[in-house]
């Protein structure tokens, strides 16, 4: 600037003035909320002048990191401070640029947005916008509903809203959790499937057969269903579906129905499909082919007999073995079997073994003998391969034909077998036994080769049909319960093989075993259904209580122990534990004296045990006053640790009373009177999970048996489930239900400990609903933030009210000592606050003179709503407390009050002594200084050189003429002042005030030198002259002078010739028609002419840069003549040159007219000028004689001349 103004003082004139390009010209974006961050403007020159200048920012979150700049090209770095801004706020305002170019105005509109999600954060209003956006973009959606700002959004404001989405957030299943979001908010139906789950059934199919199943969706949105099947046959190609599985609502489910799993005869199976809301169940039946090999279990490749094809006959010959049927119906049936097996195995030699057996058991011999000598060559040819066939023909022949030594034979072969070789089979034993009648003699050791057998992996029911009538012959064998005799005494029973005397021996054995069975426990039940037996209901109790049962099978047992007068040891105790939740009838005497005596119970028990006796016992007996000091103990050891369910809350409801209640009870007391049992259908449910609106915590209660006992203090709360793998369900179907009904109880709680946290969030809500009052009230909100973990949306609440109260209490006080104590505003964490509570408090803070504290609040957090009187005050105190030190940010408020017209003196004059903007803004703040009589300081000459740097000079004079006439002034400013006016004027052609002239006579008129003079003010001055109708003799010398300096420098404008009324103009200078063009300095203008009558077309000519971009062509026209004229210029067009080497230009018609001839020949008419257009006249006229006399009038005048004025 100091530059430009010494220039101008020379009166020097800048070439050109820069043209400023500005990207962008103006700024619209978005700001995330909280942070601060940069960008730029880059201002660069359009036609390569330098540029230089200053930039000023007109709101206070929006900062110029450099206010200077200069270059070609400029990047102008800006900060933005968003910091304690809240989603939807707009900060708006310029960048101001004053530079040698001009000045330009860059506005700027920065939407303030909460998070990357802030583009659609306005448009959710409701939950029905945020759920019209997952239905168009689900992606969107969902990453708006993750975004840490989402909270921002203006429908999350709701604190139940609130609430559902901080029981959601950061669980596992993204797109499940905005379906339960979406749900719980009621904007959105859950989807709904359904499907066809008709019967479908499948007839002995002979290759994999493929099918599907079709399940639509009501409505869109997220879907889960698990797929499964209870049927080995049924091949699912997927075990889960999800919406991404459906196309237009629809999906479909395929499976195979595999024939090589199917048995034979009719397989049944399920296919049962499960969501979150719904189950259903597909039934599917095949019938597996007898005849097809497809199962891989029929027919072998040698047409041999599987196991499983045997497996109805030995069941039937097992029944015939151990008698429990009539043998001649069993007989019939296993000669069925056995045609069916010959039938299906016509080639295996053991169906007709099986023949011959029945037929020997039916008495037919001979048809036995038949059937054996057909099978005999088969049977020798593999005896060595299948030596148990061999041995079972063998022992059939000597049943048809019995011969000694053959038998003899026979027993040692399979001696040889079963003790040499070392195999176990267990088919030769038993043959064994019925050759060998000696075995008999020795039933011990009989026995022990049958456990050995067992031992060595042998459980076929055969041996143990054998083992078992050889202990019921010989119960001394049964000295232990094993494994082999629990098995042996099981299949027995089951047979109808053991009599009373094995039975209550094995009873007697049980009662020493250590360990629990599972057999063994089904073995004492059967005994004890055949042989009802104090005995063997005593062995079976202990069993089950050495196994811990406790369910209510096993309650049955001990309660018929204990009609039986059963004496074993726990049995009460195990009576109690397995007692049902229905039992509703007093326990057995005994049992109750026994637990009066012995009270070595856990905590279950005894409030088993307690619940009984307070329901069905009376409390006037004897044996009720013993147990009562137990259970008050009882109940205040689990109120103390808040336990709760059914049977607790019975013992609380007849054991507390009012009385009872002190500090300690009155603190956990209420949770347990407010308890719910919570019961849920959805056996995935592991967690109910209760969040309340007014806090932050949630808690979590285990579900046992599908229910769990929730303290619920009101009801703004939220319910929400969790499964076992951390995902969380609003939308399950459940039932919740009050444990207990004591308002009485719950009263003299609060009243004891009226500091129970709920009652005082009870309270909290009642003192927000309406209004806070008093200033016991204010101070309770307060504590209650101090000691509670508040939810962000209930304290912001709490915050509002406690703050809006203390500011309604302080403007109804009057400030200054002993006026309101503003400590509470001073020492809040404003950082919780939202803006307008902020704005509030800082107001408050002005009211009461809290000045200080007030400006470091503007200072964080910004003044934007603060009402413009409120400000003011603050600023005019804060100006005299800083002794009207320069302070930005106080600036830049006093200049805001000063627009809002909320100013005083003391901030004008502030503003006169530091305010530095725009031209007007400068303009208008002195003005208003002047008008105010408040010192201006040195405002009159910054702006007046600022009005000279930039080119804005629109009250340039006004600013001057307060300069001349109020301060002292300086010559160099004064210079630059004058040469801007004749710039002005002849150059840019503005009116002049006729005391700039003035000045300009005295200045040329005072310089010794007129060529030393500024250029600029001669041209001006000249002009000015060439307009006036008359000059006095002085003026008429100086005009002399200067014209003569002009006209050694070449300087001829069209004006010049009007100067000839004032002072001699030379002829060639008033005989030329001229033409004038104002271009560009720099530029090459073209002028094309033709001279009418005589020129039809158009030429170019030389057209001279006289001064500036001024360009000047003068012409001599004869009388008649007219000359046309077209001016040409180069400019750049509006867009760029598309080959990329600077700014495309383009050739323009930037001017054009006419001239004609006018000599200003006044006195002038003897010339000889004057001659030859009296010679044109004559010639356009045809005017012969006339011709003549001018032709000799020219050639005599030019003879004297020559004469006069000879020219060597």
Not at 998 to 1027: F, N
């Amino acid at each position: 600037m100091r530059e430009r103004i010494n220039r101008l003082a020379r009166g020097i004139i800048d070439s050109g003035i820069p043209e400023l390009v500005l990207a962008p010209d103006k700024v619209e974006a978005a700001v995330p909320a909280g942070e601060v961050i940069r960008g730029e403007i880059v201002v660069s020159s359009g036609n390569n002048l330098h540029i230089k200048g200053l930039v000023y920012s007109s709101h206070a979150r929006v900062q110029v990191v450099d206010n200077a700049f200069g270059g070609l090209r400029n990047r102008i770095i800006y900060e933005v401070n968003s910091r304690y801004t809240e989603h939807g706020d707009v900060i708006k305002g310029s960048f101001y640029l004053v530079t040698n170019g001009g000045e330009r105005e860059i506005p700027y509109s920065l939407r303030v947005q909460a998070g990357n999600g802030g583009e659609v954060f306005g448009s959710l209003a409701t939950p029905r916008d945020f759920a019209a956006l997952a239905k168009r973009d689900l992606e969107t959606a969902l990453r708006v509903f993750e975004y840490q700002d989402f909270t921002e959004a203006p429908f999350m404001q709701d604190a139940r809203i609130r609430t559902i989405y901080e029981g959601l957030k950061g669980r596992a299943g993204r797109r499940n959790l905005l379906e339960e979001f979406l749900v719980a908010l009621h904007v959105k139906e859950p989807v709904r499937l359904s499907m066809d789950t008709g019967k479908r059934t499948y007839g002995n199919p002979l290759e994999p057969v493929g099918d599907s199943i079709d399940i639509a969706a009501g409505s869109w949105g997220y879907v889960s269903a698990d797929i499964e099947t209870d049927a080995p046959f049924i091949e699912l190609v997927k075990t889960k579906i999800t919406d991404r599985d459906f196309v237009n609502s629809r999906c479909r489910i395929h499976y195979r129905i595999v024939p090589g799993r199917l048995h034979k005869g009719r397989n049944f199976g399920r296919i049962r499909v499960r969501s979150l809301r719904e189950e259903f169940v597909l039934e599917i039946e095949a019938m597996g082919d007898a005849a097809a090999d497809v199962t891989g279990r029929g027919i072998e490749n040698d047409g041999r007999m599987d196991r499983e094809s045997l497996l109805r006959y030995l069941s039937l010959r097992l029944d015939y073995e151990t008698g429990i049927y009539e043998p001649a119906l069993l007989l019939n049936q296993m000669t069925k079997e056995a045609e069916r097996l010959r039938a299906g195995y016509p080639d295996d030699e053991r169906t007709r073994l099986l023949q011959a057996e029945l037929m020997i058991l039916n008495g037919k011999q001979d048809n036995a003998f038949m059937v054996l000598e057909e099978t005999r060559d088969s049977v020798l040819k593999n005896r060595e391969k299948q030596v148990e066939i061999y041995c079972f023909y063998q022992y059939l022949r000597l049943q048809v034909k019995p011969s000694a030594d053959q038998k003899e034979s026979l027993i040692r072969y399979i001696r040889k077998l079963l003790w040499e070789d070392g195999m176990v089979r267990p088919y030769l034993f038993l043959l064994l036994v019925k050759l060998d009648s000696t075995m008999a003699q020795n039933p011990l050791k009989l026995y022990e080769t049958m456990a050995s057998l067992f031992e060595n992996g042998s459980n076929s029911p055969f041996l143990y049909t054998a083992a078992c009538r050889l202990m019921e012959e010989h119960p001394d064998l049964l000295i232990r319960l094993g494994d082999f005799e629990i098995q042996v005494l099981y299949l027995g029973i089951q047979k109808n093989m053991v009599g009373s005397r094995l039975a209550l021996k094995a009873a007697g054995l049980a009662l020493g075993i250590k360990h629990y069975r599972r057999l063994l426990e089904r073995l004492m039940v059967k005994l004890y259904e055949a042989y009802p037996d104090v005995s063997l209901l005593e062995a079976l109790c202990s069993i089950l209580i050495k196994g811990e049962r406790k369910n209510r099978d096993a309650f049955e047992w001990y309660e018929k122990a204990l009609e039986q007068g059963v004496n074993l040891t726990r049995l009460y105790e195990y009576f109690l534990y397995s007692l049902p939740g229905d039992y509703s009838h007093l326990l057995p005497r005994e049992v109750l004296l026994y637990f009066s005596y012995d009270k070595d119970l856990d905590s279950h028990s005894r409030s088993v045990l307690y619940r009984n006796i307070l329901l069905y016992m009376n409390p006037s007996s004897e044996l009720y006053q013993a147990y009562t000091r137990h259970m008050e103990q009882f109940a205040m050891e689990q109120l103390f640790r808040s336990k709760i369910n059914s049977r607790m809350a019975v013992i609380y409801e007849h054991m507390i009373y009012k009385d009872m209640i002190d500090m300690r009870v009155a603190r956990v007391l209420p949770g347990i009177l407010r308890s719910c049992r919570v019961r849920c259908e959805d056996s995935r449910m592991k967690y109910v999970i209760v969040r309340y609106e007014e806090l932050e915590e949630e808690e979590a209660y285990l579900l046992e048996d599908q229910a769990a006992y929730v303290p619920i203090f009101s009801d703004r709360n939220v319910l929400l489930f969790q499964d076992a793998y951390g995902n969380r369900y609003l939308d399950v179907k459940h039932w919740k239900v009050p444990v207990m009904d004591k308002q009485e109880l719950l009263d003299q709680c609060y009243q004891v400990y009226p500091d129970h946290p709920m009652l005082r969030l009870r309270e909290c809500r009642t003192i927000l609903e309406q209004g806070v009052e008093t200033d016991s009230q204010a101070e309770f909100l307060e504590g209650t933030m101090v000691e509670m973990h508040l939810s962000p949306v209930f304290e912001a609440s709490v915050l509002q009210a406690v703050t809006g109260y203390y500011c309604k209490k302080a403007s109804e006080e009057t400030a200054g000592p002993g006026g309101f104590n503003c400590s509470y505003l001073i020492q809040l964490d404003k950082k919780r606050l939202g803006v307008k509570q902020r704005q509030q408090i800082c107001e408050t803070l002005i009211s009461q003179n809290y000045m200080r504290e007030a400006y470091d609040m503007i200072r964080e957090y910004g003044s934007q709503y603060i009402n413009p009187h409120r400000l003011m005050k603050l600023c005019a105190r804060t100006i005299l407390l800083r002794l009207f030190d320069q302070d930005d940010l106080l600036l830049y408020m006093a200049y805001k009050v000063f627009q809002a017209g909320a100013y005083d003196s003391v901030i004008m004059d502030y503003l006169c002594e530091h305010f530095n903007g725009t031209v007007s803004q400068m303009y208008e703040v002195l003005i208003q200084g002047v008008r105010e009589h408040v010192e201006t300081y040195d405002l009159e000459e910054r702006l007046l050189c600022q009005m000279l740097f930039t080119g804005c000079c629109e009250q340039m004079d006004s600013v001057f003429e307060l300069y001349m006439n109020r301060k002292p002034t300086r010559e160099i400013i004064v210079k630059a002042y004058f040469t801007q006016k004749c710039v002005q004027y002849f150059l840019e052609c503005r009116d002049m005030d006729g005391r700039v002239f003035e000045y300009l006579k005295q200045a040329v008129a005072g310089s010794l030198e007129k060529d030393r003079m500024p250029t600029i003010y001669l041209l001006a001055l000249t002009k000015y002259c060439s307009t006036l109708d008359k000059l006095d003799a002085e003026d008429a010398d100086l005009l002399k002078g200067v014209t003569a300096v002009l006209l050694e420098e070449g300087l001829v404008f069209p004006y010049t010739r009007e100067l000839s009324r004032h002072i001699p103009v030379p002829e060639d200078i008033m005989d030329k028609a001229m033409v004038e063009y104002r271009g560009s300095k720099d530029g090459h203008p073209e002028l094309q002419v033709r001279i009418l009558p005589e020129e039809e077309e158009w030429h170019s000519e030389d057209f001279r840069r006289v001064y500036q971009g001024i360009y000047v062509k003068q012409k001599v026209l004869f009388e008649g003549e007219v000359m046309e004229y077209r001016i040409y210029d180069y400019k750049a067009a509006a867009r760029g040159n598309p080959s990329g080497k600077g700014p495309e230009v383009s050739r323009v018609l930037a001017a054009e007219g006419r001239v004609e001839c006018d000599h200003k020949l006044e006195g002038k008419e003897n010339s000889r000028f004057a001659c030859l257009n009296e010679m044109g006249a004559a010639l356009k006229d045809k005017d012969s004689g006339s011709l003549q006399m001018a032709m000799e009038d020219y050639l005599k005048k030019s003879a004297a001349l020559s004469r006069l004025f000879p020219i060597e």
